[in-house]
T-cell receptor, first 114, second 115 residues
Framework: DGGITQSPKYLFRKEGQNVTLSCEQN?????MYWYRQDPGQGLRLIYY???????QKGDIAEGYSVSREKKESFPLTVTSAQKNPTAFYLC?????????????FGDGTRLSIL | AQSVTQPDIHITVSEGASLELRCNYS??????LFWYVQSPGQGLQLLLK??????LVQGIKGFEAEFKRSQSSFNLRKPSVHWSDAAEYFC?????????????FGTGTRLTIIP
């Protein structure tokens, strides 16, 4: 079955450390997205990519970085510059037509600080 | 600023009772509207969407939603809830702003089902 795989499910970060969250999709979608979810705040867009080798900042990109070297993969790095990284991170993908198309979501990665 | 509001943070409903979850948006034109559901510790699943046409849309799992332009609302309904409907529900809106598309999620409504 096609879908989006996020790994790991749980991740712990030490102070000053960069960590990378994995997102892989086999839906043949061109567009991919990263969201951060905090209790009571809904989902906020971190970065998105509409095509390989291209990506744009979302509403809360500071302290995060991404790459899009392959259509299937859109990893997110939470850098040490992100002072409050504890959250649930969701990856999504969609067909072209950008945000107007319904998005398919992975099961998320929960990041915590040690 | 354009936004989407889910006024109810938490709703408790008895199993078998009807359900209505509220969603309001602020935007001058007709946006694209979505309802998603999220089970604990999982990603979001699309329930239904409205782009144009018939203002009453049917979705999966027996859900429906009605777009009311005069009230800027897109409320989600289900005639009889099941215990498996306990989850968090998100309304989302795509707004077009000077050629840019922006997707905004509401803050969610947590649904608890009691026997």
């Amino acid at each position: 079955d096609g879908g989006i795989t996020q790994s790991p499910k749980y991740l712990f970060r030490k102070e000053g450390q960069n960590v990378t969250l994995s997102c892989e999709q086999n839906l043949n979608h061109d567009a991919m997205y990263w969201y951060r979810q905090d209790p009571g705040q809904g989902l906020r867009l971190i970065y998105y990519s509409q095509i390989v080798n291209d990506f744009q900042k979302g509403d809360i990109a500071e302290g995060y970085s991404v790459s899009r070297e392959k259509k299937e993969s859109f990893p997110l790095t939470v850098t040490s510059a992100q002072k409050n990284p504890t959250a649930f991170y969701l990856c999504a993908s969609s067909i072209p037509g950008f945000l107007a198309q319904p998005q398919h979501f992975g099961d998320g990665t929960r990041l915590s600080i040690l | 600023a354009q936004s989407v509001t889910q006024p109810d943070i938490h709703i408790t409903v008895s199993e078998g009772a009807s359900l209505e979850l509220r969603c309001n948006y602020s935007y001058g034109a007709t946006p694209y509207l979505f309802w998603y559901v999220q089970s604990p510790g999982q990603g979001l699943q699309l329930l239904l969407k409205y782009f144009s046409g018939d203002t009453l849309v049917q979705g999966i799992k027996g859900f429906e939603a009605e777009f009311k332009r005069s009230q800027s609302s897109f409320n989600l309904r289900k005639p009889s809830v099941h215990w498996s409907d306990a989850a968090e529900y998100f309304c989302a809106v795509v707004i077009f702003d000077f050629g840019n598309e922006k997707l905004t999620f509401g803050t969610g409504t947590r649904l608890t089902i009691i026997p």
